[in-house]
């Protein structure tokens, strides 16, 4: 069984660079969710979709963040331009509708110069 | 505004002991909890959960305990094991927004031989 896709794996890139993120999701999850991890403020909530719609963003910290779900397979979280505050692991979680737990990838390690 | 807090970051316990990790949260929407363990590089995984009609949820060497009128649960493992050496978090969820998991900011436990 695949699960919860993310590439990729680490991206190092200098402040002021668009960073695309990406995931994929466990086939058959109708759920999927972005989150960011950081030392200060652990796991936090960015956006989730249910059915490739987006429900909630109240967590996106600000314009430069954006994220779409083009199909039920793949999703993209974009940063524009990034800044050294952005680095953090960002996690993708998918889920099928109505019922817990959250699967989650491994992970993106994010680190900008 | 830290709605599920994990006092402890961390914890050591030696091999065969018994691991109580704590979690406190303030909001009491909050009906539906769970327990994630995380290994370095990788996501979080799913390990337990339980709903607030319960009290004690048991899997295995993993037991969740919930107190609702002091808003704490606990997860206990026994007997402790060092593979179980991570990072475990504690996460929330209220009916009605199933979908938004909040976390803790996690608790890691130490388990020595």
């Known amino acids: 069984d695949a699960g919860v896709i993310q590439s990729p794996r680490h991206e190092v890139t200098e402040m002021g660079q668009e960073v695309t993120l990406r995931c994929k999701p466990i086939s058959g999850h109708n759920s999927l969710f972005w989150y960011r991890q950081t030392m200060m403020r652990g796991l936090e909530l960015l956006i989730y979709f249910n059915n490739n719609v987006p429900i909630d963003d109240s967590g996106m910290p600000e314009d430069r963040f954006s994220a779409k779900m083009p199909n039920a397979s793949f999703s993209t979280l974009k940063i524009q331009p990034s800044e050294p505050r952005d680095s953090a692991v960002y996690f993708c979680a998918s889920r099928p509708t109505g019922s817990q737990p959250q699967h989650f990838g491994d992970g993106t390690r994010l680190s900008i110069l | 505004d830290q709605q599920v807090k994990q006092n402890s970051p961390s914890l050591s316990v030696q091999e065969g002991r018994i691991s109580i990790l704590n979690c406190d949260y303030t909001?009491?929407?909050?009906?539906?909890f769970l327990w994630y363990k995380k290994y370095p590089a990788e996501g979080p995984t799913f390990l337990i959960s339980?709903?607030?009609?319960?009290d004690k949820n048991e899997d295995g060497r993993f037991t969740v305990f919930l107190n609702k009128s002091a808003k704490h649960l606990s997860l206990h493992i026994v007997p402790s094991q060092p593979g179980d050496s991570a990072v475990y978090f504690c996460?929330?969820?209220?009916?009605?927004?199933?979908?938004?998991?909040?976390f803790g900011t996690g608790t890691r436990l130490q388990v020595t031989l």
């Open positions: 339980i709903s607030s009609i319960k």
């Open positions: 909001n009491s929407m909050f009906d539906y």
């Open positions: 996460a929330a969820s209220a009916t009605g927004t199933a979908s938004k998991l909040t």
